[in-house]
């Protein structure tokens, strides 16, 4: 499993949200994997409808099919080999940390990252995605396992990381992951709904070296 710390900007279109940098980010993701002939199923995962919009227009600019981008009520019940799940918010264009809105539902969190059958990504703006009281103990148990990584739109220092780390890691059967949602570690994370306090709110995720 890995965490891809972006720094993107969120944008509201339709009564929905989007992310041009996760897009584009998930984009050469999936390049990469093809690139490294990883024939497993894939399914891309995102709370927001304009956000499965614009992935699929990047899979269809790119002529890659047969990978399947839906929201998170769509993929319930059923799974993948590869799940990346697009958060989308994060810094919208005033400069300001976006809500994290109905991303706090526990449940929805839960749905998404039991997905994945053997590798899970996901991509988020911690800034952002830390205010969630359930996103902020997700985050802590990844920094823990040393799951998160910084992202920079950057294409050879984004090459770097994914070669690195994504591979270094198993990309095409993450043992790792497999053990821990076979032991239900995941599952097992506190996952309080309370609205967050001040004091929760102002703690930062203090990243592994």
């Given at each position: 499993?890995?965490?891809?710390?972006?720094?993107?900007?969120?944008?509201k279109?339709?009564?929905?949200?989007?992310?041009?940098?996760?897009?584009?980010?998930?984009?050469?993701?999936?390049?990469l994997?093809?690139?490294?002939?990883?024939?497993?199923?894939?399914?891309?995962?995102?709370?927001y409808?304009?956000?499965?919009?614009?992935i699929?227009?990047?899979l269809?600019?790119m002529l890659?099919?047969?990978?399947?981008?839906n929201?998170?009520?769509?993929?319930?019940?059923?799974?993948?080999?590869?799940?990346?799940?697009?958060?989308?918010k994060?810094?919208?264009?005033?400069?300001?940390?976006?809500?994290?809105?109905?991303?706090?539902?526990a449940?929805?969190?839960?749905?998404?990252?039991?997905?994945?059958?053997?590798?899970?990504?996901?991509?988020?703006?911690?800034?952002?995605i830390?205010?969630?009281?359930v996103?902020?103990?997700?985050?802590?148990?990844?920094?823990?396992?040393?799951?998160i990584?910084?992202?920079?739109?950057?294409?050879?220092?984004?090459?770097?990381?994914f070669?690195?780390?994504l591979?270094?890691n198993?990309?095409s059967?993450?043992l790792?992951?497999?053990?821990?949602?076979k032991?239900?570690?995941?599952?097992?994370?506190?996952?309080?709904?309370k609205p967050?306090s001040k004091?929760?709110n102002?703690?930062?995720?203090?990243?592994?070296?």
């Amino acid at each position: 499993m890995v965490f891809f710390d972006c720094k993107g900007i969120s944008a509201k279109r339709r009564n929905s949200f989007y992310n041009n940098d996760e897009v584009n980010l998930i984009s050469k993701l999936i390049i990469l994997l093809k690139e490294n002939k990883v024939e497993n199923s894939i399914g891309i995962i995102s709370p927001y409808k304009e956000q499965c919009k614009k992935i699929k227009e990047s899979l269809n600019e790119m002529l890659i099919k047969n990978i399947e981008v839906n929201t998170v009520d769509g993929f319930q019940g059923r799974e993948k080999d590869i799940i990346i799940i697009s958060l989308v918010k994060s810094i919208n264009k005033k400069g300001k940390i976006d809500f994290v809105g109905f991303l706090e539902d526990a449940k929805r969190l839960n749905v998404s990252i039991t997905r994945a059958k053997s590798m899970l990504f996901v991509i988020g703006n911690i800034n952002c995605i830390s205010n969630s009281n359930v996103w902020f103990d997700f985050l802590k148990f990844c920094n823990n396992k040393n799951y998160i990584s910084n992202f920079r739109t950057d294409g050879i220092s984004t090459k770097f990381v994914f070669e690195k780390i994504l591979f270094k890691n198993h990309c095409s059967s993450n043992l790792a992951y497999k053990s821990v949602t076979k032991n239900n570690q995941i599952k097992n994370i506190k996952l309080d709904s309370k609205p967050l306090s001040k004091e929760k709110n102002s703690r930062e995720i203090k990243m592994n070296n």
